[in-house]
């Protein structure tokens, strides 16, 4: 006879065959079950110690609503923050980068939990099951967590914090983490308070719409969560709104729900959640123990690892809008080698696709803003013209994205005299980046005595030239020091945070070369 975790194994078995890969949706409880993290209300609790009164008091005053208390404990966090002694370090790393009220409890926030992480052990009992979580043969993870606990689980995993990177950073839909709430790693990310989430749920539309996508295409497992969890009842409101009801039962093999329940047998059955007066089905999983979980996922058939499977398809993706401006000789190599080799440089793997005699033309319009920093850099030059790159790439990319202009406005002359210079002929993205650009940099107050590169990384740590990146003018004028520093730490622009501090750093470095006059 089958035991209880057998006949469930075998019933997710079949829930998920023949259906693409998982999505995983990770909640609170998966940080405190394996690294002992506080869940939201122990973690604000642990803020209000610096501060007048208890976590009741904010949370009665709040009616129970955790984000209104964190909103006013951040308020009465924030001169704390910049008086006491034992901050006094975290100011002057993170004293720059300080924009609203909430912005010092969400670094202090994000501080103590790096410490708890780091400092973690797996409770022994939960040793196995965590090595099994580990095995799992997923598409991707979407988590409201802060902590990076997953990136631990998952080192191969490319990380992608808040909407605006979901959206549109080009995520592959497979060997991803998205961090919803934000991340550790950028502590401003945070949706911690009130604000914070009026904010998250007027651009909620737009998520909801990726999301979508998401449910339609793959089934989605939840861990880690209540089923009366608001923030997930919401969610799954605005992705239930894009279903005609004549589809909602197609969601009951979409949405999994595994409801953790101490001394208990594991079962799986048909349910209902009620949204917005809505009944959707969902398949309800019940368990105590989540190993026979991940050992079901970890059966999955998969020709190729999730990492190299990402990185094959964005390989794919820009190949379909680019000619290789790089002009690189083909590598070839054995592709089971590198499915084998996690750290394997997938860079030297080329996609090829044949299309009669005929190549077109669009390398240009394949170039990535790291394309132009490595460009900028000489390492290696791409030999550009300045022309093709502000009439065809540098419209394309966000105004707010960062990238580096003054190169290519420099070596089209339009540099020599700015205050004569016509710029009629320019798309307006190039020159309003000109222009906001130019007018930071003009408008920096620089210290008597500027230091090297090298200085400033004895005297503080990479972290503090992260932090600092779009003032660094203020303290360096060392530009061949800050070329060298990008080189050596191109690895920045994989993680979220450090990326856009690299890509900032990137325009730094082009305004002190071919910009200041």
């Known amino acids: 006879m089958k035991s209880p975790e057998k006949k469930c194994a075998d019933q997710l078995a079949a829930i998920l065959h023949k259906q693409a890969g998982p999505y995983l949706f990770i909640g609170a409880g998966m940080s405190i079950r394996y690294a002992g993290l506080p869940g939201w209300k122990d973690l604000l609790k642990e803020f209000t110690q610096y501060t007048d009164y208890p976590i009741e008091y904010y949370s009665g005053e709040a009616n129970g609503d955790l984000s209104k208390a964190a909103s006013s404990i951040a308020n009465n966090f924030y001169e704390e923050w910049w008086r006491r002694d034992e901050f006094k370090e975290s100011r002057k790393i993170s004293s720059n980068s300080i924009t609203k009220k909430s912005s010092p409890l969400k670094v202090e926030i994000s501080n103590y939990l790096r410490r708890l992480l780091s400092a973690h052990t797996v409770p022994d009992n939960l040793r196995l099951e965590y090595e099994a979580f580990s095995r799992v043969e997923i598409d991707a993870i979407i988590t409201t967590n802060f902590d ?16 605006d990177e979901l959206l549109f950073e080009n995520p592959q839909g497979v ?21 914070d989430y009026a904010d998250f749920n007027k651009r909620n539309p737009y998520l909801a719409a990726k999301l979508i996508t998401i449910f339609t295409e793959h089934p989605v497992i939840f861990l880690g969560y209540s089923m009366s969890d608001e923030n ?9 709104q894009g279903f005609r009801p004549e589809n909602a039962e197609r969601l009951r093999k979409k949405i999994i729900f595994v409801d953790w329940k101490p001394d208990s047998q594991p079962e799986i059955h048909e349910s209902e959640i009620s949204i917005d007066g809505t009944m959707i089905p969902i398949t309800r999983i019940v368990t105590e123990n989540y190993q026979w979980i991940y050992d079901t996922l970890a059966i999955r058939n998969r020709a190729l690892p999730a990492w190299l499977l990402r990185n094959l398809k964005e390989q794919v993706y820009d190949l379909v809008n680019s000619d290789d401006p790089k002009r690189r000789l083909m590598y070839v190599k054995d592709i089971s080698d590198a499915a084998n080799d996690p750290t394997s440089n997938t860079a030297d793997i080329d996609v090829v696709f ?9 390398g240009l319009i394949g170039l990535s803003r790291w394309d132009l920093v490595d460009d900028i850099l000489n ?5 550009l013209d300045p022309t093709d790159i502000l009439k065809i790439v540098l419209p394309r990319f966000p105004i707010a994205t960062y990238v580096p202009i003054f190169k290519y406005l420099h070596a089209a002359d339009l540099l020599d005299d700015p205050q004569s210079t016509d710029f009629s002929d320019i798309p307006e993205k190039v020159v309003t980046r000109f222009t906001t650009y130019s ?40 530009t061949e020091g800050l070329r060298t520093f990008l080189i050596e730490h191109r690895s920045w622009k994989d993680n979220s945070y450090l990326g856009v501090q690299y890509a900032k750093l990137a325009v730094v470095y082009d305004w002190m070369r071919f910009g200041r006059s």
């Open 439 to 478: 007018s930071h940099f003009t408008s920096l107050s620089m210290n008597t005595s500027l230091l090297s590169i090298s200085e400033l990384y004895k005297a503080n740590e990479p972290r503090w030239i992260a932090d600092n990146s779009w003032n660094l003018p203020q303290y360096t004028n060392d």
């Open 379 to 383: 390492d290696p030059s791409l030999q």
């Open 148 to 163: 990076s606990l997953l990136s631990e689980l998952f080192p191969t995993f490319r990380i992608f914090v808040g909407q």
């Open 175 to 195: 060997a991803e983490i998205y961090h919803i709430h934000g991340s550790t790693n950028n502590p401003d990310s945070l949706i911690l308070t009130d604000e």
């Open 354 to 362: 044949g299309v009669g005699a005929r190549i077109l033309k669009k």
């Open 232 to 240: 997930i009842m919401q969610i799954l409101q605005a992705v239930v």
